[in-house]
């Protein structure tokens, strides 16, 4: 009676390591680095879009380097946003309350993607949290936009540029 159970257990474990395996043959990480500027003029209290942020992909490239194609990618989520102050150096988010990232490309529609609805205190880089919005077809495209929209909790005495590093889950079948 045992030897049959101990061998089912062992037959799912086998079959959960190989399609974990396969799984990994199929996904592969796309590395985006972008610029996004808060003017020292932006307004306090209110949910505003600063502006856009034109990103060329080299997706086609990427996809063959992943032994892939466009038309075989099957998944593309945001795996991760991170969000880094680069000048002035000295400063952190505590200006910030709340901000919310979106993507877009020419005749598709607007999607959020990540968000922080409460800055901690202090913080010189932030995670946001992922909407896990399907991006299959902004990172297929040729170029997509990003736009930031922001609430500032006080003044903002000078420009602050921050660098906003994103990583794309994407999963597809092989060529």
Request: with cysteine; aromatic share 8%.
């Amino acid at each position: 009676m045992k030897k049959p159970f101990f061998v089912a257990i062992l037959f799912f474990a086998l079959v959960a390591a190989a399609c974990e395996k396969i799984d990994d043959l199929l996904t592969f990480y796309i590395e985006e680095e972008e610029t996004i500027i808060v003017e020292s003029h932006f307004p306090i209290g209110a949910l505003v879009p600063l502006t856009p942020v034109t990103v060329t992909t080299n997706s086609e490239e990427t996809f063959k380097n992943n032994k892939t194609r466009a038309e075989l990618v099957k998944d593309v989520t945001l795996n991760r946003l991170t969000l880094s102050i680069t000048e002035p150096a000295t400063e952190n988010f505590d200006f910030l309350k709340k901000i919310e990232i979106y993507i877009s490309s020419e005749g598709k529609d607007e999607v959020k993607i990540a968000y922080l609805d409460e800055v901690p205190a202090n913080a010189t880089t932030l995670n946001l949290k992922s909407t896990n919005a399907k991006l299959d077809e902004f990172i297929k495209g040729e170029t997509y936009s990003i736009r930031t929209k922001a609430e500032l909790a006080k003044p903002v005495s000078e420009d602050i540029t921050i660098k906003a590093d994103m990583r794309f889950k994407v999963t597809a079948d092989p060529i």
